[in-house]
Each structure stands twice: as structure tokens, then as C-alpha cells.
């Protein structure tokens, strides 16, 4: 009699569509940086370090894409994560050990390669917040013995990464935590409350600062202040205007002549639409949007709550991410830095993106369709 070998399939849609995005991606971060070959005397210099990254990301992608998804469920796992989590980011914002750049203590070097340990927190608290709300799926209905609970550890890692300072990634962790208690079915006046007490903390940070608060009103009209704060936003609407229709062609954009700031990273969005325009810009948004539909219908077609939860957490950090870049970069969202996924130079955050695809993966993987073959190639 013969044996059927029972193979399941991993969703080729998320990985055509993560493939798309890299591409467009590499294209871009050339246009965004060929010009600085007079510094480095490589134009391919930020190409061949993101390939590096994306390599890498590859790599930890196809191995986490056959790594059982429920291993992250167990809690010596999750502590192991959330205690490298924590201690990298202790190690950064300590004066010698963190390099800072910009004013901004964010990165830290290992073995000669720069990390930035918040891309490896924003995964650890996803995979926190997946088991934690699976096993106190009972106590949900319970603000401050269930709901609240459950922010602590979001919450530290939230305050830590302040310290860098870094309000956006800090803010993209607390807002994808209260979208997977959204998705865990917590009731909508608790879900309510949170997002004011959010947006509370949130206020209260960017107004504390003076030049948080400068960039906060430079938003309402850049131009107006287009010598102080408003320069980055003016800058990038300016290119995506320069842009029209359909763009100006690959590498022809002049934003990034040292007029728009970070074209390479935070603003990379502009030079999408300086150089392909208004056609270019809708096709990422679109790509964006594609993924984000692939991912969450890998969350809904899993079998078990924690699967569910862990797809559906991976997926708003990325959908989450590429929101908030693209809202800065247009006007609609106050400027703050954060990279777009799949496009920004970065090789930590590359990495890790593509490292939670793979995990994504793997869910889809286990809740896929079976292929069944049988041996000698036929069917009993």
C-alpha cells in the first residue's frame, strides 16, 4: 500500500508581494543616494549595504518560515526575547556603549555592524502580546485585572526607547499593542479609554520639549516656518509636487540634492514621488495595502487564538509602520522619524521585517492547504 506524504504550502502572496516591495524598494534607495558617490566613491555603497540586510533578512526568513510558529508560545522563549529586548535597549542609551547620531542614541555596535535593538523590540512585544493574550483570553472583560496588565510590558519598552529619544517607534509599539487587544476582543469603552490615555501621553510628550513642540505646530503650515522645523515637510511636499502625474523619471528627481533631508531613510516615500509620481505613489500605497490584506487573511484562516493573534500582530506592525511614514511624508501625519518598510535604508529593520514575514509564513504554512503526494508519483 502506498504512503501519502502530506506537505503544506506557505502563502505565496505574501512573499510575491514582499518581493515586490524589496524591489521597488532597492530601486529607490539608488535613486535616493547614487549622487554621494563624491563622499564614498561608491554610488552602489547604500544599495550593497541594504542588500546585505536583505540577505541576511533572507536567510532568517526561510529558516523562520519552517520553525513552528507555537514555539514562540513558550514562556522560557517569550522571557528569553523579552530579556535580550530589554537589555539591549538598557545598553543603548548608556553614554559610550549607544552610538548617537544626530543628537539621537539609537544604534549599537557589534562585531563592527551597527544595530538598532528597537526593530528587535517592536517583534518581542508582538510575540509577548500574542501569548500573553491568548492564555488571559478570560480576563479581557476586566480593564485593570485583565486589560491593563497586559500593557506593562509595551509600556516599559515604550519608556526605554524615550530615552533614545525615539516618540515614533516607541509610539508604533503602544498603538500595535492596543490594535492586537482590538483583534484579542476587548470590549470597545476599554478599547476607547486606551486610545484617549494614548493620545494623552502622546500630546503631553511632544509638547513637553520646546523643539518637539515647534515641529508639532510647524505642521499645521511648513511652509511658513521653511527656514526652522517646517524644512523637512516643505522639502518633501515640494518633491512630491515636483513629481505630477507620473514623475520625473528614475534618478531625475533634485530633492535629494541636499535639499530634502534623509531621502535614503525617513523621506525615501518623496523620492517615490518625485521620480514616478502620483502613479508611482498610489502603486506603493497599494502594494502596502495588498500586503496588508494577504497578512491579516493568514491571521483569519489560522486554526488556533495565539497563531491568529501572533499574524495578525506582525502585520499591524508593518501595515502600522508604513502608515504613519507615509502620513509624515505627505502632511497628513505630524514629522516625526520613521522608516518605510521594505524601502528605507536599514539594515536592522530589514532584517527583522523579514525575519516576521517568516514567521508569518510559517502560520500560513500551518493552516494552508495540504498537498497530498503519494509515493512512485500515483494516486491509490
Known amino acids: 500500500m502506498e504512503k501519502a506524504q502530506v506537505r503544506r504550502t506557505c502563502d505565496k502572496t505574501v512573499v510575491l508581494l514582499m518581493v515586490l516591495l524589496l524591489v521597488l524598494g532597492l530601486i529607490t534607495l539608488f535613486s535616493a543616494t547614487y549622487y554621494q558617490r563624491t563622499a564614498s566613491g561608491d554610488p552602489l555603497s547604500a544599495v550593497k549595504k541594504q542588500l546585505f540586510g536583505v540577505l541576511l533578512g533572507a536567510a532568517c526568513c526561510v529558516v523562520l518560515s519552517n520553525v513552528p510558529y507555537r514555539t514562540y508560545r513558550n514562556p522560557k522563549v517569550m522571557l528569553a526575547l523579552l530579556g535580550a529586548s530589554a537589555l539591549l535597549l538598557i545598553l543603548v542609551i548608556i553614554p559610550g556603549i549607544g552610538v548617537s547620531i544626530n543628537g539621537s542614541r539609537r544604534w549599537l555596535n557589534l562585531f563592527g555592524l551597527s544595530m538598532q535593538p528597537s526593530e528587535f523590540a517592536k517583534y518581542a512585544m508582538v510575540i509577548f502580546m500574542a501569548g500573553a493574550l491568548d492564555r488571559r483570553s478570560d480576563q479581557l472583560g476586566s480593564l485593570f485585572g485583565g486589560v491593563v496588565p497586559l500593557l506593562l510590558v509595551p509600556g516599559v519598552m515604550f519608556l526605554l526607547i524615550l530615552e533614545q529619544p525615539n516618540l515614533s517607534t516607541g509610539g508604533s509599539i503602544l498603538i500595535c499593542a492596543l490594535l492586537m487587544l482590538f483583534a484579542a476582543g476587548i470590549r470597545k469603552r476599554h478599547m476607547a479609554l486606551l486610545s484617549v490615555c494614548g493620545l494623552c501621553v502622546g500630546a503631553f510628550y511632544a509638547w513637553s520639549a520646546p523643539y518637539r513642540r515647534e515641529r ?23 518633491a512630491l509636487g515636483s513629481g505630477g502625474l507620473f514623475g520625473m523619471g528614475l534618478g531625475q528627481g533634485k530633492q535629494k540634492f541636499a535639499y530634502l533631508p534623509y531621502p535614503e531613510s525617513d523621506f525615501i516615500f518623496a523620492i517615490v514621488g518625485e521620480d514616478f509620481g502620483l502613479a508611482g505613489c498610489t502603486a506603493v500605497i497599494l502594494l502596502f495595502a495588498a500586503f496588508v490584506f494577504a497578512g491579516l487573511r493568514v491571521a483569519l484562516s489560522c486554526r488556533d487564538r495565539y497563531g491568529c493573534l501572533l499574524a495578525a500582530g506582525i502585520t499591524s506592525m508593518i501595515g502600522l509602520q508604513a502608515f504613519i511614514n ?50 512512485g508519483g500515483k494516486r491509490p
Do not use: C, W
Open 216 to 238: 508639532l505646530l510647524s505642521f499645521r503650515d511648513p511652509f511658513a516656518k521653511m527656514s526652522d522645523e517646517g524644512y523637512q515637510l516643505s522639502q518633501s511636499l515640494i
Open 326 to 375: 507615509m502620513g509624515v511624508v505627505t502632511g497628513i501625519l505630524p514629522t516625526t522619524g520613521l522608516p518605510l518598510p521594505f524601502f528605507s535604508a536599514g539594515g536592522t529593520s530589514i532584517t527583522m521585517m523579514m525575519a516576521a514575514v517568516g514567521i508569518l509564513l510559517n502560520i500560513s504554512r500551518e493552516s494552508g492547504r495540504a498537498i497530498v503526494k503519494h509515493a
